[in-house]
Nanobody, 125 residues
């Protein structure tokens, strides 16, 4: 079992950057595939980025490809989401999620068994 706590959200102007962090409890963090999702008001939760347990493979939603970078530090039990060139449409609550597997990264939220509480990201025009 793993518990997840996100941090790093906030208010930023369009074109700015933020780095989200997700700290995980437990000694088996390196066996979990990790994902970042986001949910804007009135919209469904959507996949943003994922990274396999080994850290050797990543996958991004088309909407963030080239602007966002997911990474992990298994020694620190932490996964990061570096967000550059932010746009107003990136405004959402961002969630960290974990999946106990090292399979190819799934994009459906139903594939992840553990979730953080979320952190708000607001991008002003």
């Amino acid at each position: 079992q793993v518990q997840l706590v996100e941090s790093g959200g906030g208010l930023v102007h369009a074109g700015g950057s933020l780095r989200l962090s997700c700290a995980a409890s437990g000694r088996t963090f390196s066996t979990y595939t990790m994902g970042w999702f986001r949910q804007a008001p009135g919209k469904e939760r959507e996949f943003v980025a994922g990274i396999r347990a080994s850290g050797g493979s990543t996958y991004y939603a088309d909407s963030v490809k080239g602007r966002f970078t997911i990474s992990r530090d298994n020694a620190k039990n932490t996964v990061y989401l570096q967000m550059n060139s932010l746009k107003p449409e990136d405004t959402a609550v961002y969630f960290c999620a974990a999946r106990y597997a090292n399979n190819p990264i799934p994009v459906g939220p139903e594939n992840y068994g553990y979730w953080g509480q979320g952190t708000q990201v607001t991008v002003s025009a």
